[in-house]
């Protein structure tokens, strides 16, 4: 047997073990870049396990060589690309951000076995609900984008989505000041939901699970089963109850945890009750990063179904990335073993190769 038939009943393997019965729907897809496949024992030390951060960002001053530094320093072992495009405004906004498709794309040429580079959506001029509704100029031509981009293979997903998200500002001086309410349920989520299920390719949605936008969040699931979903922050930060039921629903429907276990006083992440506090709100860990007794439960019964992510999303963060994974590790370490392997990097892998390709020769 030659490497590359190794590779590929290697990760044929792969696929089915973390596939659950309810898996992804089987269709063509145009052929992506291979990866080469994430492998690691079950008896592995929780500081040795490979982890995909699936939910970061790229920007445009940060270079490929910082990142692989970074993900060198802490068993990072690859990264998701999602560029957020936003451009700062003097006296209104610093985003510290100007990440592009194009950036994303240049970086996994270089490194492709460390970045899987998603279409961005953030700062791409769709804030405004209206370009939801109907048949919009941006919206169709933001569709004809994204459809050109997927036809090539080299992007593996789209996001992230920017439905309903609160201004923020942090302590690094990043000031996000616009407060987006855009439907889920809408004409142009839709195209792209369709997108999603022709191409094999994940979306990333942000949307706090607010009763409406949950509702139509719902709505959009049961229009489009063939679409691959990742609801961002746990599902918008929704109960252990509402995500069981959901996934229970939905066998497309996945979580990221980005932000989610970071806790304590000074925390501006998604992990905490930032940058408001709502009813609807439910964190993930303690203030210790211990888990909290409810969601534990879920992470084995539906372990197959959440993604790592350390949420970065502005430039001057990254020199912080070291900091994120301690959290991360020991959150693993709460978890059993299989649980902790598929959601520190199996799942993603899972994604990355669904439309059948495997590891390079």
Known sequence: MNRRQFLLSLVSALISGCASSKGLVEAPAPPRRPLDPLISS??????????????????????????????????????????????????????????????????ARRYPDRFVPFIGFQGRGLANPETWRS???????????????LQTGEFFGMGEFMLRFYPYTNRYGIISPSEIDCPPYSYLMRKFADLSARYKAPMVIHCEAEP????????????????????????????????????NRFPNLFADLGGMVYSGPNTTHYGVYF??????????????????????????????????????????VYKN????????????????????????????ERLFFVNGRSGQT
């Not at 060198?72 to 003097?90: F, I």
């Open 212 to 247: 409406k936008p949950k509702e139509e969040m719902i709505r959009l699931f049961e229009a489009h089963g063939d679409a691959i979903f990742v609801w961002a922050h746990n599902c918008g930060r929704s109960s252990s109850k509402d995500i069981d039921d959901m996934f």
């Open 42 to 107: 079950l008896d592995a030390k929780v500081k040795d396990i490979p982890v995909v951060d699936f939910h970061t960002h790229l920007l445009k001053r940060v270079t490929a060589e910082e990142l692989v530094t970074y993900q060198n320093q802490v068993g990072v072992a690859r990264m998701v690309l999602m560029p957020n495009w936003s451009k700062d405004r003097p006296g209104v906004s610093v985003h510290d951000a100007e990440g592009s498709d194009e950036q994303a794309i240049e970086y």
């Open 135 to 149: 048949s919009s100029t941006i919206g169709r031509q933001r569709l004809r984008e994204t459809e050109a981009k």
């Open 275 to 316: 940058p408001r506090r709502t009813p609807w709100m439910y964190l993930l860990v303690d203030e210790k990063g211990v888990i909290l007794p409810e969601m534990k439960p879920l992470f084995e019964k539906y372990a197959d179904r959440f993604f790592v992510g350390t949420d970065i999303a502005h430039a001057r």
């Open 321 to 348: 990335y070291e900091a994120h994974l301690p959290r991360w590790r020991f959150f693993f370490s709460q978890l059993s073993p299989a649980a902790a392997h598929k959601i520190a990097y199996q799942n993603a």
